[in-house]
């Protein structure tokens, strides 16, 4: 056995197992939907990392929208049916299952590369989210 080939054994069975850390996701691409694992983190939650919305008018009326952003490590070994072995497109989505995350609009992929080895990747998505609505008039 290879050490790159011990590498991907090590990461399947441990950081992208689903009895371990990883969960299987939906990706989609133009073409196709398919079933992916990743292991998720969490990034830029709570009110700390909102803004004051964009939308005009709603300064003074306490609408606050922020961007709910996660990190997802996927495999990048081809030869794995739950592998991504490219890098998504800006307008690649995925989204989790209803379990656990009962909000099913997509994350969409911001083109934000953390890493991007040999072995996996881990990138960027996010999707906006709302975390105080205001009074309207």
């Known amino acids: 056995m290879t050490f790159a080939a011990l590498r991907q054994t090590v990461l399947r069975a441990h950081a992208l197992s689903t009895d371990r850390f990883a969960e299987p996701v939906d990706f ?3 073409a196709e939907t398919r079933e992916v694992r990743a292991k998720i983190t969490h990034r830029a939650l709570g009110p700390r990392g909102g803004t004051r919305s964009a939308m005009p008018g709603q300064d003074s009326r306490g609408t606050y929208d922020e961007r709910e952003q996660i990190e997802v490590m ?3 070994d081809a030869s794995w049916e739950f592998a991504l072995p490219t890098r998504p497109q800006p307008t690649d989505g995925l989204r ?7 909000d099913q609009r997509p994350f969409t ?3 934000e590369v ?3 080895g ?7 998505f ?5 975390i105080g609505q205001g009074k309207t008039a």
């Open 28 to 30: 989609t691409t133009a």
């Open 96 to 102: 989790r299952a209803i379990a656990i995350d009962p």
């Open 74 to 76: 996927v495999s990048r």
């Open 109 to 111: 992929f911001r083109g």
């Open 118 to 124: 040999d072995q996996h990747a881990v990138y960027v």
């Open 126 to 130: 996010e999707r906006p989210r709302r």
């Open 114 to 116: 953390i890493h991007e």
